[in-house]
């Protein structure tokens, strides 16, 4: 089972900041084949990313993923009030599917 | 516009079984993999099952393999989760979810339901 590790736990900043999360995997996720979710409280979570680097459908451009092998990053340029969540990775690259323990993002 | 809306959960005893229901509008149901999540406080989100559209090839968690049973009926649009010998570390909120594949085997999910919670404890 490929353990996916998110950093930090908590990311404390200021709307209008570029937010940086982690995510990084016990061993190499295949094909770069790694989600990101947006997950705001009482709602289900949301596709962000797919492939490491795609934007899902209706996704803002401030929203990036980059990197390949064990390290992942999602970043968010230009903090807007909704963006304010818990980020979580997910890898798909071997048959039984893994989540990170999450990032939240909240308000400094 | 794609709805997913899960059905089933509640209280039941350990040792129990109970049957999930996820109802699909708005896409194709027939051509898509769907899989279920769940999510605990303590241990965050899970991935529990998944079905190809075809319903001919199905995968499990270990955390539920022999216990757990995922299929699908596309007269009705709607996929299930049939959960045998419950156990309380079952107790979760569960996501039914449309599945995008990547390559057989290998999914990512785009829509997600607004989730069901069951609870095992006597």
């Known amino acids: 089972e490929i353990v996916l590790t998110q950093s930090p736990g908590t990311l404390s900043l200021s709307p209008g900041e570029r937010a940086t999360l982690s995510c990084r995997a016990s061993?190499?996720?295949?094909?770069?084949?790694l989600a990101w979710y947006q997950q705001k409280p009482g709602q289900a979570p949301r596709l962000l990313i797919y492939?490491?680097?795609s934007r899902a459908t209706g996704i803002p451009d401030r929203f990036s993923g980059s990197g390949s092998g064990t390290d992942f990053t999602l970043t968010i340029s230009g903090l807007e009030p909704e963006d304010f969540a818990v980020y979580y990775c997910q890898q798909y690259g071997s048959s039984l599917y893994t989540f990170g323990q999450g990032t939240k993002l909240e308000i400094k | 516009e794609v709805q997913l809306l899960e059905s089933g959960g509640g209280l039941i005893q350990p040792g129990g079984s109970l049957r999930l229901s996820c109802a699909a509008s708005g896409f194709t149901f027939s051509s898509y993999a769907m899989s279920w999540v769940r999510q605990t406080p303590g241990k965050g989100l899970e991935w529990v099952s998944a079905i190809s559209g075809s319903g001919g090839s199905t995968y499990y968690a270990d955390s539920v393999k022999g216990r757990f049973t995922i299929s699908r009926d596309s007269s009705k649009n709607t996929l299930y989760l049939q959960m045998n010998s419950l156990r309380a570390e079952d107790t979760a909120v569960y996501y039914c979810?449309?599945?995008?594949?990547?390559?057989?085997?290998?999914?990512?999910?785009?829509?997600w339901g607004q989730g069901t919670l069951v609870t095992v404890s006597s």
């Open positions: 061993q190499s996720v295949r094909s770069s084949y």
């Open positions: 492939g490491a680097s």
């Open positions: 979810a449309k599945a995008v594949v990547a390559a057989k085997g290998h999914y990512y999910f785009d829509y």
